[in-house]
């Protein structure tokens, strides 16, 4: 990492800001977000979700917020269907996981995931996103796996997915990547 940020300011590279270094310590400004909707046996349900797309923005996440919206969350857009692990380190609120596969159904949902906890929370599979929304509004709304997702991130990243072959057996490797001190 210090090789890498010594030759960018070699070569004149402005991007690397030292905010963007080391463990986060603030929760983050509000990201760009969109309309997502879950269709469950109970409804059509509607969230405002900020979408992570960056590492530094999926590494952030929702931590050290201390409020979240009943209507509101955070969706993380990996770029390859991928196996997701989350924890909860320095997140100050307990909240849903929602899995979402590359065909925008969810795969699985961890619940009221405890604040402060290191314990991974696992997809145990590839998905395409993670999404964070708070605590019990899944078991509320009745919200369960297989359900299906819409938003416009979702279908762009489905479109991309199929024309990389994805969905017809061509996963990539899972990565590791921080995300609320997620490792995906």
């Known amino acids: 990492m210090v090789l890498c940020l010594a030759a960018g300011l070699l070569l004149g590279a402005s991007s690397a800001r030292a905010d963007d270094l080391g463990e986060p310590t603030q929760a983050q400004a509000t990201l760009p977000k969109e309309n997502l909707t879950i269709a469950s046996a109970t409804g059509h349900h509607v969230f405002s979700v900020e979408l992570a797309k960056t590492p530094r923005q999926q590494q952030v996440g929702e931590m050290f917020r201390t409020?979240?919206?009943?209507?509101?969350?955070?969706?993380?857009?990996?770029?390859?269907?991928?196996?997701?692990?989350?924890?909860?380190?320095?997140?100050?609120?307990?909240?849903?996981?929602?899995?979402?596969?590359?065909?925008?159904?969810?795969?699985?949902?961890?619940?009221?995931?405890?604040?402060?906890?290191?314990?991974?929370?696992?997809?145990?599979?590839?998905?395409?996103?993670?999404?964070?929304?708070?605590?019990?509004?899944?078991?509320?709304?009745?919200?369960?796996?297989?359900?299906?997702?819409?938003?416009?991130?979702?279908?762009?990243?489905?479109?991309?997915i199929l024309t990389q072959g994805v969905l017809s057996g061509g996963y990539a490797q899972p990565r590791r990547r921080g995300c609320n001190g997620a490792v995906t």
């Open 67 to 160: 409020r979240i919206p009943a209507d509101s969350g955070m969706l993380f857009l990996w770029d390859t269907p991928q196996q997701s692990d989350m924890w909860m380190e320095n997140t100050l609120v307990p909240l849903d996981i929602v899995f979402i596969g590359a065909d925008r159904r969810i795969q699985a949902i961890a619940e009221n995931a405890v604040p402060r906890s290191l314990a991974h929370i696992s997809s145990h599979g590839l998905v395409a996103a993670t999404l964070e929304l708070p605590g019990g509004v899944t078991a509320r709304l009745g919200i369960t796996v297989g359900d299906k997702v819409e938003a416009p991130s979702l279908e762009k990243k489905k479109k991309k």
